[in-house]
């Protein structure tokens, strides 16, 4: 079946950087743009950005830009989040979503990874 | 930036029908037809429920639905169910490749 597959949790130390993995499986992972999208406790849901995994193209929302890289390997259908200069505001659980429609931005999400809880404390 | 205004709780009892608005600005909802519906229940990942405003992913109970009027979106929850008790975010598309949720609304079944 079609699914998103995250990397585990993540502690890190305010000003380190962070990259979580996010494994596409049961369908065609060029086809389909990838979102990234974080929740801090208790908060509410909040867009860092998108891929497109066929030609790499990124978008970042402009509270991100400047600290956040999204990448992604095709031999592996995995997309990449890296955010850097960590505070602890980033304290989140971040997802990878995909986008619902083949070659396109819609900003509709249809299938989720299960988050991956980052922790930034000294 | 833009700013989507959702009421932080709604409630209602077992079989009634609910309404949760989404109020954006002529530069987001007004705009565009990209309103999208999630429910989250605690420690899980957010569910699709309402795409394009008024679309139904193949899958989610034909209880679920939604609409959009000038600037407002709304999620119709009908015949409410115990399990539809969760948190409710809309999203909509802002122009410039950018998007953006709103804090959510906590949906009770009295």
């Known amino acids: 079946q079609e699914q998103l597959v995250q990397s585990g949790a993540e502690v890190k130390k305010p000003g380190a950087s962070v990259k979580v993995s996010c494994k596409a499986s049961g369908y065609t992972f060029t086809g389909y743009f990838l979102h990234w999208v974080r929740q801090a406790p208790g908060q509410g849901l909040e867009c860092v950005g998108w891929i497109n995994p066929n030609s790499g193209g990124t978008n970042y929302a402009q509270k991100f830009q400047g600290r956040v890289t999204m990448t992604r390997d095709t031999s592996i259908s995995t997309a990449y989040m890296e955010l850097s200069s960590l505070r602890s505001d980033d304290t989140a659980v971040y997802y990878c979503?995909?986008?619902?429609?083949?070659?396109?931005?819609?900003?509709?999400?249809?299938?989720w990874g299960q988050g991956t809880t980052v922790t930034v404390s000294s | 930036q833009s700013a989507l205004t959702q009421p932080a709780s709604v409630s209602g009892s077992p079989g009634q029908s609910i309404t949760i608005p989404c109020t954006g600005t002529n530069t987001d909802v007004g705009s565009y037809n990209l309103v999208s519906w999630y429910q989250q229940y605690p420690g899980k990942a957010p569910k699709l429920l309402i795409y394009e405003g008024s679309k139904r992913p193949s899958g989610v109970s034909n209880r679920f639905s939604g609409s959009k009027s000038g600037n407002t979106a709304s999620l119709t929850i009908s015949g409410l169910q115990a399990e539809d008790e969760a948190d409710y975010y809309c999203c909509s598309y802002t122009g410039s490749s950018s998007n953006v949720f709103r804090t959510g609304t906590k949906v009770t079944v009295l």
């Open positions: 979503a995909r986008d619902l429609k083949q070659w396109l931005v819609t900003y509709s999400l249809d299938i």
